[in-house]
């Protein structure tokens, strides 16, 4: 029992602990990392958001969103604008 402490504690090396807080300069380029790929996945969501109301409104014709909205008789159809 006493080795195997020894030598995880030998294995230890003196100065690496540094507290639980992490370095600002140290971590900036992880940062930096991390908001970079936020960045990308909304300018990507963005995109697609704007293309699909786009599209809708470049057909311009009323459609309903799905074939049940039409009711008996599908001259009636629930519009969506």
Do not use: C
């Amino acid at each position: 029992m006493a080795d195997s402490f020894e030598t995880a504690w030998d294995s230890v090396i003196k100065g690496k602990f540094r507290g639980y807080t992490q370095s600002n300069i140290s971590n900036r380029p992880y940062r930096q990392a991390e908001h970079r790929v936020w960045d990308i996945s909304r300018k990507v969501k963005r995109e697609r958001t704007k293309r699909r109301y786009a599209r809708n409104k470049s057909r311009g014709v009323v459609r309903p969103k799905m074939r049940r909205q039409l009711g008996r008789g599908g001259k009636r159809a629930s519009t969506t604008r």
